[in-house]
């Protein structure tokens, strides 16, 4: 039997993790680390020098699905990685993280999120792993609490189409790529398109200074994308899917380097 681990960063309570559990249960065993609290943004922060708290939860309680054995640890979804690999031994088929609400759209975005930086922990041990994002109806609705379990239900979209998208990522082996970063917009849809990802033009960020402090801001401005990259494709209401590896090596370079300074 498969055995599939779910996590995420918007929480234990999250009602896109719960929908992405549901559409993992068509496949095999699930099983759910889930940071205890609303972890978005925090990247792959690690917990060191202090021990994590964690308890056992009762998921069908939580999302109403039965069957799943479910964690909630009180550090980053890294930390829910580490423990759920190398605390409690587990060696899963897939890791599915997400959905998470917001989108993780551009090479830059994706060091910030938590919900990739699980799916690449995984992926650096040699798991597949999915990363999900969903694309909120407006900026304010990203701002809510993630963790509240009062956001919308995605089970029925994106979480069917979801389903599909497992089972076409374990048939092919995710085309021999270690992640695969998936994103939904948020009006339904069955339009697929595997695109590059764009390093940062989805976003417009900006910093405002109050001297001795300052505050991060962002939106998201698909129109600045360039055409046939994931930001490009998802402002235009399309699933987009980026297969993705880890080695950052630059071999061109690693080539010319060698051979022009004899090193």
């Known amino acids: 039997m498969i055995e599939i681990l779910c996590t995420n960063d918007d929480g234990i309570q999250s009602s896109g993790l719960a929908a992405a559990a549901k559409a993992c249960k068509a496949y095999g065993n699930v099983r759910v680390y889930a940071p205890l609290h609303n972890k978005t943004c925090v990247g792959g922060t690690t917990t060191f020098g202090r021990q994590i708290k964690y308890e056992q939860v009762d998921y069908e309680q939580i999302s109403g699905i039965s069957g799943i054995e479910a964690f909630a640890i009180d550090g980053s979804p890294f930390d829910t990685m580490k423990f759920a690999l190398q605390g409690h031994g587990l060696k899963p088929d897939l890791v599915v993280s997400g959905i998470n609400y917001g989108v993780q759209i551009g090479f830059v975005p994706i060091f910030m999120s938590g919900t990739c930086a699980a799916a690449i922990r995984v992926a650096g041990e040699g798991i597949p792993s999915l990363a999900l994002g969903f694309l909120p109806s407006s900026y304010e609705d990203a701002l809510h609490d993630h963790h509240s379990g009062k956001l919308q239900d995605l089970t029925e979209y994106p979480g069917k189409i979801l389903e599909e998208l497992i089972g076409q990522a374990l048939k092919t082996r995710l085309g021999g790529a270690i992640m695969w970063n998936i994103n939904f ?3 339904p849809t069955q339009s697929v398109q595997f695109v590059p990802m764009e390093v940062q033009e ?3 960020e900006w910093v405002e200074d109050f001297g001795g402090s300052f505050l991060n801001f962002g939106r998201m401005d698909g129109d600045s994308s360039k055409p046939g990259t994931d930001g490009y494709s998802i402002a235009r209401g ?9 080695d950052m090596t630059d071999y061109k370079a690693l080539h010319v380097l060698r051979a022009e300074l004899g090193i």
């Open 202 to 204: 989805f976003w417009r």
């Open 185 to 187: 917009p948020n009006k």
């Open 238 to 246: 399309n699933i987009v899917i980026t297969p993705c590896r880890l």
